[in-house]
């Protein structure tokens, strides 16, 4: 079998970490691990940031790197007829191509530009002259923005293809797809769970945890974590509101916040108690462990999620998660979350209330969070390795 990795997955647009990209990172190594006659290449945009393990890797494994600069090139690349089947975790530029030649497997992460394409607090996250005309555009007529979403995601998964087969990381999305794509069948579509992001810290000597906090000015278990404060959909503000009046209204409270992801987001401006918020750009992954394992409560108001990583990253150090009702947050999270309205600054303070005054909620979170954090985690390795089965060796049901 000859199979062709989409690598340019593992190049996020924005930050150098993100949750698809840690997807696709998850998929490639196991694949790396089980393959043994078949043979894979990977496919990468040279005018993108690659991380350098990912290259050094794909490399020590003798797996040729190709590079793909458009999607002219990578039809000339099918229409090859050196691979037999072509997977992507990040498919969505795909919609002009003819995969005929080839099995083409692909994952659908979420329908976010249907489900949630705009928020009235997006100009908060990006001010700059072509986001405001975005948003314009998006808010002007948001019906005719979504049918032009939804038209490009139906001819992505209508493209013709030797064998096609789509699959949905969480229910959400597999139900979300039957919704706005009623030509497709349930059976048409593969539930396979994201597969865990790799645990790091056993490599990190025990002195660096102090470093780093002393970096930031925290202190162990004093601190409120929230990521991904650059991107709207992630709702930072909200949340961050929300903290801020809580500090107002108790300042007797010891506490700080930490909101990673910032790259000069307008909305920091906003913030009364400034002395409690550290707004900080991008951290490795093994010091993002080390801040979820440290955190006080790890705080989630996401707008939309196909899955959606960090509380369960938070949930296996048994720090306490709250994070939005809304999506696939709830069948991730199970009963280890205390939810909330993420529209609502209101309910997103009553809930930092309860988990603070409430006598025993810190800990019941923690205990219910590792338990489903484990749960999850043996999920989410079968299911990877139903999905390693599928794009190394499986005839499975395929669409035409």
């Known amino acids: 079998m000859r199979i062709l990795f989409d690598l340019s997955a593992v190049q996020p647009d924005r930050g150098r970490f993100h949750g698809g990209s840690e997807y696709a990172k998850a998929i490639l190594f196991q694949l790396l691990k089980l393959k043994y006659d078949e043979k894979i290449s990977c496919f990468f945009d040279p005018n993108r940031w690659l991380d350098p393990e990912v290259k050094e890797l794909v490399q020590e494994a003798d797996v040729p790197l190709l590079q793909v600069k458009n999607n002219k090139v990578l039809q000339m690349l099918i229409d090859s007829y050196e691979y037999d089947r072509l997977y992507s975790a990040l498919p969505y530029r795909y919609h002009t191509l003819d995969f005929s030649s080839v099995e083409f497997i692909l994952s659908i992460l979420g329908l976010r530009g249907l489900e949630m394409p705009t928020d009235k607090y997006e100009l908060l996250y990006d001010s700059s002259f072509l986001n405001r005309l975005r948003y314009v555009y998006k808010n ?8 032009r979403t939804k038209s490009h995601l139906a001819r992505l ?43 790091r810290l056993e490599i990190l000597p025990n002195s660096e945890e102090d470093i780093l906090l002393a970096r930031l000015g925290l202190e162990p278990k004093k601190f409120y974590l929230l990521v991904s404060s650059n991107r709207w959909i992630k709702n930072a503000f909200r949340a961050v509101k929300a903290l801020d009046t809580m500090f107002t209204d108790y300042p007797e409270l010891d506490k700080r916040v930490l909101v990673l992801g910032f790259d000069g987001q307008p909305f920091h401006k906003l913030v009364r108690n400034k002395e409690r918020f550290t707004f900080y750009g ?39 998660v709250i994070c939005s009702a809304i999506a696939s947050t709830v069948e991730v999270c199970g009963d280890a979350a205390l939810y909330f309205n993420p529209f609502s600054i209101d309910e997103i303070k009553n809930r930092l209330f309860h988990m603070i005054f409430e006598p025993g909620t810190l800990e019941l979170y923690s205990e219910l969070g590792k338990k489903q954090s484990a749960i999850m985690a043996q999920k989410q390795d079968s299911m990877l390795d139903e999905l390693c089965q599928l794009v190394l060796f499986s005839n499975s049901t395929m669409l035409n």
């Open 140 to 147: 002007l007529d948001r019906g005719r923005y979504v049918e």
């Open 157 to 199: 998964l209508s493209v013709p293809a030797k064998k096609k087969s789509i699959i949905a990381i969480s229910k959400h999305t597999k139900y979300s797809l039957l919704s706005y794509f009623p030509k497709l069948q349930p059976e048409d579509i593969r539930l396979l769970y994201a597969p865990r992001t790799r645990m």
């Open 282 to 320: 991008y951290v490795t992954g093994i010091e993002l462990e080390l801040l979820y394992q440290n955190a006080y409560v790890f705080v989630y108001p996401t707008l939309n999620e196909g899955f959606g990583y960090p509380p369960l990253e938070a949930m296996k150090y048994g720090t306490p």
